[in-house]
């Protein structure tokens, strides 16, 4: 999460070539001739201690003969002179290099005895120089006349930055973007990824105003939790769409439980991509026109097509992908219809797709178009084309330009064919219109637009709060986890795995141990027939492989001889396998329920992922499953299960009444908590977890934990901070809860902006805000605790009902240099303190958390706020070409002891 000395990388003021070169075909030459023939406007200066001038540029032997600092140094140099050339370029004071030379891992230093690869890092973290590589191709930004690169082409200028970890496929992308006449604004090689990765770059190109778009193509990541945070963030403000190789399924690890065998890397990746809001495609065509389509396209107020067309064939081709990729067809209205009636032949479709027939001239096509997009029902018209002799496609796509300039609905257009159509194809090109050669390509670029709102829409969501009042026995849970973890075998019984359950609230089977058949049969006569018994062995984790479970069982004898023949079974089939037992439990009779599973299985880069999906002992051939990464509300619960077929058996199918679906999210919900609580569960599976419209019921459950040594398995979303909750008491004795905002917090800020003085309003929003939509409300309640914070002051009201009084944020730059902050209290509660200890517990927390500066901008006549920040230490300065604003400035490296002593009553805050 730094965007430190990128500047100097993407938009340098000078450039020095190490290992610049005339020889053909060099690394070094094609750097040079980049350089020179893209028109770079600062100084570009050869290293090479062998000439004393490459293409035609004076030449240098070394750094130190350079005459001015570079901003920033191209190495094209072997691998073993580059440790050198770090420290040289230190001591020059630059800080931003691309390292293209490729092999660093592979060469031993002499001096030192360590990998080239590994010292390089280590000298440029200390010198803080920034490195793009190395192995890597380059950058270009073509805006600034910059090809860093030894690529073959130059890049054209355009709205859109492509980052890519492989440099063979930089070069694929360069052919196919100059072909397609497509241009980037940056265009990016990681290569090895020592220093600068793939979550430095989103933080850059998200806030960097000439791109409208970033495209990825990831191979790997390293920092699960810093690549999302940065994803999460960018997305929120312009479209990310990623490639990500290796689909198959050789990404799959061999695991112990059922969700560990469904689950698999690429399933992980689809997983993040999609919590972090950003799109997926599978090739390079995709992508683009991804890209185009979102960049052209007004966004979407909903999710259905309309699809006008000359000929019904290509209209139900169209109708086949759309259904296959999840889409919405618009249903017609009977006002559509009547409409669509008097301006088409007879023998119109009367339907959608909308067949205007094969002769339709422009006046048809104009007349049809302004119609569907003026119904309510449509919210996007693709109006479709094939070739006729009787009727001009030129006539017929200006018609519909002229169409789509009246309308605020989204048109898109597939002219089909080839050398009769491109004409029209490029006039709605000029006209900003996406165009598409075939129907399949139009679908999918429709739905790329639904999945990108309906990702906007989940980043954006506000939950319900569903689990207020839920408190878990998490010590309970603990002390079952270390007593477990003092064992050799990891593996917890049935049992114990349940006692986490019901320590969580999750219901299960009461289950008696039994140590041999004999008691196992005892057991069974106390709890009444029929009952259920299975083996207890950490050494076996699925039990109905060896036939270590009985079901049925109606009589103490069969009871007694169901156990003995199971300890024959496992010792012909698992010979080392210990069996510590038998679980005994009633047979529980809930004939209308299904089965699922939830499961936790832990990833190598994105920590815990929880799955959900059909349960039982056929789970692993049905594979019918999704995940979702924990923390989880309840909006993302029911995203998470409404991804599975079994979602519509368990809404109700026939004479199968529908379950009680909200407790299925709050066991998912109990599951995500239980993650966050416990970093040392590796692996989770409760399967089959019962559902039917009485709620969930547990019958059998396992968990693997493992010691967290050093916190190393940690969320890859920051789940909400509970160890910042403070209590507080105002000046009035009043009980106050100063703690993080949550997204359930939503509507009761809008009651809180809602009762704030106008006056109070200009000094926090420097305006007039009468109210803020919910776009820029789930922006101040939904943040991500990696990178922002809000503390909130909440109290109970007269009706007993939590409300908010106040609050606190800050925004940290990437570097976490520097925040700024925002402090509002709400109006009739002046004079209580709240405002001083807001800010107080703000300050407090970003020093803790390594920030230098704490920063924010004050009306001068907000005397109030001038008074607690000059108390508190803020120095205090006019804005430059503004008097009515104070900067106010705050050193958190210094002395804060006002944190720790409340000097005055602060009566006035």
Same mark, same amino acid.
């Not at 992922?609 to 789970?619: D, H, K, R, S, Y």
């Given at each position: 999460?730094?965007?430190?000395?990128?500047?100097?990388?993407?938009?340098?003021?000078?450039?020095?070539?190490?290992?610049?070169?005339?020889?053909?075909?060099?690394?070094?030459?094609?750097?040079?001739?980049?350089?020179?023939?893209?028109?770079?406007?600062?100084?570009?200066?050869?290293?090479?201690?062998?000439?004393?001038?490459?293409?035609?540029?004076?030449?240098?032997?070394? $750094?130190?003969?350079?005459?001015?600092?570079?901003?920033?140094?191209?190495?094209?140099?072997?691998?073993?002179?580059?440790?050198?050339?770090?420290?040289?370029?230190?001591?020059?004071?630059?800080?931003?290099?691309?390292?293209?030379?490729?092999?660093?891992?592979?060469?031993?230093?002499? !001096?030192?005895?360590?990998?080239?690869?590994?010292?390089?890092?280590?000298?440029?973290?200390?010198?803080?120089?920034?490195?793009?590589?190395?192995?890597?191709?380059?950058?270009?930004?073509?805006?600034?006349?910059?090809?860093?690169?030894?690529?073959?082409?130059?890049?054209?200028?355009?709205?859109?930055?492509?980052?890519?970890?492989?440099?063979?496929?930089?070069?694929?992308?360069?052919?196919?973007?100059?072909?397609?006449?497509?241009?980037?604004?940056?265009?990016?090689?990681?290569?090895?990824?020592?220093?600068?990765?793939?979550?430095?770059?989103?933080?850059?190109?998200?806030?960097?105003?000439?791109?409208?778009? /970033?495209?990825?193509?990831?191979?790997?990541?390293?920092?699960?939790?810093?690549?999302?945070?940065?994803?999460?963030?960018?997305?929120?403000?312009?479209?990310?769409?990623?490639?990500?190789?290796?689909?198959?399924?050789?990404?799959?690890?061999?695991? &112990?439980?059922?969700?560990?065998?469904?689950?698999?890397?690429?399933?992980?990746?689809?997983?993040?991509?999609?919590?972090?809001?950003?799109?997926?495609?599978?090739?390079?065509?995709?992508?683009?026109?991804?890209?185009?389509?979102?960049?052209?396209?007004?966004?979407?107020?909903?999710?259905?097509?309309?699809?006008?067309?000359?000929?019904?064939?290509?209209?139900?081709?169209?109708? #086949?992908?759309?259904?296959?990729?999840?889409? =919405?067809?618009?249903?017609?209205?009977?006002?559509?219809?009547?409409?669509?009636?008097?301006?088409?032949?007879?023998?119109?479709?009367?339907?959608?797709?909308?067949?205007?027939?094969?002769?339709?001239? +422009?006046? *048809?096509?104009?007349?049809?178009?302004?119609?569907?997009?003026?119904?309510?029902?449509?919210?996007?018209?693709?109006?479709?084309?094939?070739?006729?002799?009787?009727?001009?496609?030129?006539?017929?796509?200006?018609?519909?330009?002229?169409?789509?300039?009246?309308?605020?609905?989204?048109?898109?257009?597939?002219?089909?064919?080839?050398?009769?159509?491109?004409? &029209?194809?490029?006039?709605?090109?000029?006209?900003?219109?996406?165009?598409?050669?075939?129907?399949?390509?139009?679908?999918?670029?429709?739905?790329?637009?639904?999945?990108?709102?309906?990702?906007?829409?989940?980043?954006?969501?506000?939950?319900?709060?569903?689990?207020?009042?839920?408190?878990?026995?998490?010590?309970?849970?603990?002390?079952?986890?270390?007593?477990?973890?003092?064992?050799?075998?990891?593996?917890?019984?049935?049992?114990?795995?349940?006692?986490?359950?019901?320590?969580?609230?999750?219901?299960?089977?009461?289950?008696?141990?039994?140590?041999?058949?004999?008691?196992?049969? !005892?057991?069974?006569?106390?709890? +009444?027939?029929?009952?259920?018994?299975?083996?207890?062995?950490? #050494?076996?984790?699925?039990?109905? #492989?060896?036939?270590?479970?009985?079901?049925?069982?109606?009589?103490?004898?069969?009871?007694? !001889?169901?156990?003995?023949?199971?300890?024959?079974?496992?010792?012909?089939?698992?010979?080392?396998?210990?069996?510590?037992?038998?679980?005994?439990?009633?047979?529980?009779? *809930?004939?209308?329920?299904?089965?699922?599973?939830?499961?936790?299985?832990? #990833?190598? /880069?994105?920590?815990?992922?929880?799955?959900?999906?059909?349960?039982?002992?056929?789970?692993? $051939?049905?594979?019918?499953?999704?995940?979702?990464?924990?923390?989880?509300?309840?909006?993302?619960?029911?995203?998470?299960?409404?991804?599975?077929?079994?979602?519509?058996?368990?809404?109700?199918?026939?004479?199968?009444?529908?379950?009680?679906?909200?407790?299925?999210?709050?066991?998912?919900?109990?599951?995500? !908590?239980? $993650?966050?609580?416990?970093?040392?569960?590796?692996?989770?599976?409760?399967?089959?977890?019962?559902?039917?419209?009485?709620?969930?019921?547990?019958?059998?459950?396992? /968990?693997?934990?493992?010691?967290?040594?050093?916190? &190393?398995?940690?969320?890859? /979303?920051?789940?909400?901070?509970?160890?910042?909750?403070?209590?507080?008491?105002?000046?009035?004795?009043?009980?106050?809860?100063?703690?993080?905002?949550?997204?359930?917090?939503?509507?009761?800020?809008?009651?809180?902006?809602?009762?704030?003085?106008?006056?109070?309003?200009?000094?926090?929003?420097? +305006?007039?805000?009468?109210?803020?939509?919910?776009?820029?409300?789930?922006?101040?309640?939904?943040?991500?605790?990696?990178?922002?914070?809000?503390?909130?002051?909440?109290?109970?009201?007269?009706?007993?009902?939590?409300?908010?009084?106040?609050?606190?944020?800050?925004?940290?730059?990437?570097?976490?240099?520097?925040?700024?902050?925002?402090?509002?209290?709400?109006?009739?509660?002046?004079?209580?303190?709240?405002?001083?200890?807001?800010?107080? =517990?703000?300050? +407090?927390?970003? *020093?803790?958390?390594?920030?230098?500066?704490?920063?924010?901008?004050?009306?001068?006549?907000?005397? *109030?706020?001038?008074?607690?920040?000059?108390?508190?230490?803020?120095?205090?300065?006019?804005?430059?070409?503004?008097?009515?604003?104070?900067?106010?400035?705050?050193?958190?490296?210094?002395?804060?002891?006002?944190?720790?002593?409340?000097?005055?009553?602060?009566?006035?805050?």
């Amino acid at each position: 999460m730094s965007t430190r000395n990128l500047d100097k990388l993407f938009a340098p003021q000078s450039v020095a070539v190490i290992g610049a070169s005339n020889r053909p075909n060099a690394v070094g030459t094609v750097v040079m001739r980049n350089l020179l023939q893209g028109g770079f406007q600062g100084p570009v200066m050869p290293v090479n201690p062998k000439r004393k001038a490459v293409a035609g540029v004076l030449a240098y032997p070394d $750094v130190a003969s350079l005459p001015i600092t570079p901003e920033m140094a191209i190495i094209c140099t072997p691998p073993q002179t580059i440790p050198m050339l770090i420290d040289d370029l230190g001591l020059k004071g630059t800080h931003a290099i691309i390292c293209l030379t490729a092999g660093l891992g592979g060469v031993i230093d002499e !001096q030192s005895g360590r990998k080239v690869i590994d010292l390089v890092e280590q000298k440029a973290r200390a010198l803080d120089i920034r490195i793009l590589g190395p192995n890597c191709v380059g950058a270009l930004v073509p805006g600034i006349k910059l090809n860093a690169s030894f690529a073959h082409l130059p890049a054209r200028p355009g709205k859109i930055a492509f980052v890519s970890q492989s440099g063979a496929l930089c070069t694929a992308v360069l052919d196919w973007a100059r072909t397609h006449n497509v241009g980037f604004s940056h265009f990016l090689s990681l290569g090895d990824k020592i220093d600068i990765d793939f979550a430095d770059v989103i933080d850059y190109l998200g806030s960097e105003p000439g791109t409208r778009a /970033i495209l990825l193509y990831i191979e790997s990541v390293r920092n699960g939790r810093k690549f999302i945070s940065a994803a999460r963030s960018a997305s929120r403000n312009k479209p990310i769409i990623v490639i990500k190789s290796g689909r198959a399924a050789e990404g799959a690890r061999a695991a &112990a439980s059922h969700t560990g065998a469904l689950a698999g890397m690429d399933a992980v990746y689809d997983t993040v991509i999609r919590r972090a809001g950003m799109l997926r495609v599978c090739n390079i065509g995709e992508l683009f026109a991804a890209v185009e389509t979102l960049a052209r396209a007004k966004p979407l107020t909903g999710e259905s097509l309309a699809i006008m067309t000359n000929g019904g064939g290509i209209g139900v081709m169209a109708v #086949d992908d759309l259904i296959e990729l999840g889409g =919405k067809l618009s249903d017609l209205s009977d006002q559509t219809i009547t409409a669509l009636d008097t301006v088409l032949p007879v023998n119109w479709s009367r339907a959608n797709p909308v067949d205007i027939i094969g002769d339709a001239p +422009g006046e *048809r096509y104009a007349a049809a178009a302004e119609i569907l997009t003026s119904a309510r029902e449509v919210d996007a018209l693709l109006a479709m084309h094939a070739p006729v002799a009787t009727a001009s496609p030129t006539d017929a796509a200006r018609a519909v330009i002229n169409a789509a300039r009246k309308t605020r609905c989204n048109v898109l257009t597939s002219w089909v064919g080839g050398e009769a159509v491109e004409p &029209a194809r490029q006039m709605f090109t000029a006209a900003g219109i996406p165009s598409y050669e075939t129907p399949n390509h139009a679908v999918s670029a429709f739905m790329h637009m639904v999945n990108y709102r309906r990702n906007m829409e989940m980043l954006m969501e506000t939950p319900p709060s569903a689990l207020e009042a839920f408190e878990p026995e998490t010590e309970r849970a603990r002390a079952i986890i270390s007593q477990v973890l003092t064992r050799a075998n990891h593996m917890m019984t049935e049992p114990e795995a349940k006692a986490i359950l019901t320590a969580y609230g999750i219901p299960t089977v009461e289950t008696y141990i039994a140590e041999d058949p004999q008691r196992a049969a !005892q057991h069974a006569s106390k709890i +009444g027939f029929p009952v259920v018994i299975k083996v207890l062995s950490t #050494d076996i984790s699925h039990k109905s #492989d060896v036939g270590g479970v009985a079901l049925n069982l109606k009589t103490p004898e069969a009871v007694q !001889q169901s156990a003995e023949n199971m300890l024959v079974r496992i010792a012909e089939l698992r010979p080392g396998a210990k069996v510590q037992g038998f679980s005994v439990q009633a047979m529980a009779k *809930r004939p209308g329920a299904h089965e699922i599973i939830i499961g936790v299985f832990t #990833d190598v /880069i994105f920590g815990p992922v929880i799955l959900f999906g059909q349960g039982g002992t056929e789970v692993e $051939v049905v594979k019918d499953s999704a995940m979702a990464l924990p923390p989880l509300n309840m909006n993302l619960a029911k995203d998470l299960v409404g991804r599975t077929r079994i979602a519509k058996l368990l809404a109700g199918y026939r004479n199968r009444p529908a379950v009680d679906m909200d407790q299925i999210y709050l066991t998912l919900m109990k599951v995500s !908590q239980m $993650v966050i609580d416990i970093p040392e569960i590796l692996e989770l599976d409760i399967n089959p977890l019962w559902s039917d419209e009485n709620g969930v019921l547990a019958l059998d459950a396992r /968990i693997k934990v493992e010691p967290n040594e050093n916190g &190393a398995r940690q969320l890859a /979303i920051r789940p909400y901070p509970k160890q910042l909750e403070e209590q507080f008491e105002t000046h009035s004795g009043r009980r106050v809860l100063l703690r993080p905002i949550r997204p359930e917090d939503e509507p009761r800020h809008h009651e809180f902006i809602s009762r704030l003085t106008p006056e109070d309003i200009r000094f926090r929003f420097f +305006g007039s805000v009468k109210s803020l939509p919910h776009t820029e409300m789930a922006k101040l309640t939904q943040i991500d605790y990696d990178r922002q914070m809000a503390f909130i002051a909440t109290g109970m009201d007269q009706e007993n009902l939590h409300e908010t009084l106040g609050v606190v944020r800050t925004a940290t730059d990437a570097n976490n240099h520097t925040a700024e902050y925002a402090v509002v209290v709400r109006s009739d509660l002046k004079g209580e303190g709240l405002g001083w200890k807001l800010l107080a =517990k703000m300050i +407090g927390y970003c *020093r803790a958390r390594g920030t230098r500066m704490l920063v924010g901008e004050v009306l001068a006549n907000n005397r *109030r706020m001038l008074s607690i920040v000059e108390e508190m230490g803020f120095t205090i300065t006019p804005l430059p070409n503004e008097e009515s604003i104070k900067k106010v400035s705050l050193d958190l490296t210094g002395d804060l002891n006002f944190l720790y002593s409340r000097g005055s009553d602060h009566s006035s805050t």
